[in-house]
T-cell receptor
């Protein structure tokens, strides 16, 4: 049973900011929140990871409120190449990843 | 970051036969993970492969169907045995790198298996 819940799909247009929210109500104290991106015919690719508050890298930002029961992946100014499935996971140090259904993001011109 | 190579990248197999998928990592890792991704679905963990011990299987997966080898710290194989069309999926190998709490998973490009 997946530990996270996120929207099945989202649509956006090029140049827009996209925010994908994920719920993880039962997140464990030791769990980190990690987002992966998957293109067709490829394995998932790490995007960003955080524990609390805000994390930013060259690709995205991750917002995590104080209660850590949800998180929001923010993709600034998306392009057509950002069309992919985005997975939110909460996991500890066991190495095992439990994937939910993910969010299929479709970016339109 | 770890680089993972999987072979074959795809195959079409007859039902009742077996296919062995190879996974090679460019660095030594303690654990390697095998996932299955059925068409249009998310990834499901099959098992964890540890060097020097038997693999640990997740609920719904058994060693007789998915035997795994882990002869050293950079290599693993997954065999899909006695295949049926329901085994048609993408099979992915994964490793993790990182600290005690925060880790990053790296995946191979996957093996697309079609059983006819």
């Amino acid at each position: 049973l997946a530990k996270t819940t996120q929207p099945i799909s989202m649509d956006s247009y090029e140049g827009q900011e996209v925010n994908i929210t994920c719920s993880h109500n039962n997140i464990a104290t030791n769990d980190y929140i990690t987002w992966y991106q998957q293109f067709p015919s490829q394995g998932p690719r790490f995007i960003i990871q955080g524990y609390k508050t805000k994390v930013t890298n060259e690709v995205a930002s991750l917002f995590i409120p104080a209660d850590r029961k949800s998180s929001t992946l923010s993709l600034p100014r998306v392009s057509l190449s950002d069309t992919a499935v985005y997975y939110c996971l909460s996991s500890g140090n066991t190495g095992k990843l439990i994937f939910g259904q993910g969010t299929t993001l479709q970016v339109k011109p | 970051s770890a680089v993972i190579s999987q072979k074959p990248s795809r195959d079409i197999c007859q039902r009742g036969t077996s296919l062995t998928i190879q996974c090679q990592v460019d660095s030594q890792v303690t654990m390697m993970f095998w996932y299955r991704q059925q068409p249009g679905q998310s990834l499901t963990l099959i098992a964890t492969a540890n060097q020097g011990s038997e693999a640990t299987y997740e609920s719904g997966f058994v060693i007789d169907k998915f035997p795994i080898s882990r002869p050293n710290l950079t290599f693993s194989t997954l065999t899909v045995s006695n295949m049926s069309p329901e085994d048609s999926s993408i099979y992915l190998c994964s490793v993790e790198e990182g600290g005690v709490m925060n880790t990053e998973a790296f995946f191979g490009q996957g093996t697309r298996l079609t059983v006819v």
